[in-house]
C-alpha cells in the first residue's frame, strides 16, 4: 500500500468513527443528526490532507485557530470549497487576515475586538457571523468572556450592524471528570437560554459550538451544534490539544 493510499484509508476510518459517535449520541440524546454540525479543526495539518478529509463530509466545514495558517491555505483549498470558521484568539491588528476567508468568526469575546471588527467591516462593505466565546471552565489560560458578563457582552455587540451573532463558543474543561466537563456544556447553554429570554434585536442563539474529539458527546448530550474535532481524524499532534486552545495565554 502506498502512502497516499495509507493516509486516504486512514482518513476514511477515522471519519466513519468519529460519524458513528455522533450518530450514537444523538440517538441516546433523542436528537436528530442533522442538527449536529462536524467542524475540521485543521491546525497544523497540511492541505492535501485537509481536502482528503473534506471531501468525505457532505457540508465540508473547517476551522483555523491561527491566522497565518488560514492565510496560507485559505487560497489553495478549492475543490471542495468549505465553509471556513476562525475559531482561535483574534487579536484585533489581523482582523482584515481573517475577513479574507472566514464566513464566521467563533471567538470573538471582548468589546474592543467586536468595535474593530465592525470598522473594518464598514471600510470593506461586509458582514460577518460570529459566535461569543465564553470561558465556561473559568481557567486563567483559556480565552473568552466570563459567564456572568456574556449576555451584556451579546447585548453591546447587537448594537453592530454588520456583525451577526448566531450563538455562543466555548472551550470545555481539558479534564476525565466528565461531571466538570458538562458543567461548563451546561453553563453555556444556560447562557444561551439567558439571551433568548431577553429577546434582543437581531441576536440568533442557533449555534452552540461546544465539544472535541474527547468529549463530543458530552456537549452533544448538552445540546452541541457544532462539534470541533482535529486529532480523531488527523491524528495526534505533537502537543495536546491544550496547547493549541491557550495560545498565547500559556
Known sequence: MTEDSRVNNDLAQNMRVINQRIEQACVKAKRNRDEVRLLLATKTVDVTRIEKALALMEKPLMGENKVQELEEKGPQLVEPRPDIHFIG????????????WAECIQS???LSLAKKLQNRLEFEHKHIDILVQVNTSYEDSKFGIQPEQAVELVKKISQFDRIHIKG?????????????????FQR????QQQVIAQKIPGVAMDELSMGMSGDLEIAIEEG???IRVGTAIFGKRQYPDSYYWNESKR
Open 89 to 100: 484568539h483574534l487579536q484585533s491588528n489581523k482582523i482584515k487576515h481573517v475577513l479574507r
Open 108 to 110: 470573538v469575546d471582548r
Open 168 to 184: 455562543l463558543m466555548t472551550i470545555g474543561l481539558f479534564s476525565d471528570d466528565k461531571d466538570k466537563v458538562r458543567a461548563c
Open 188 to 191: 453555556l447553554v444556560a447562557i
Open 224 to 226: 452541541a451544534t457544532i
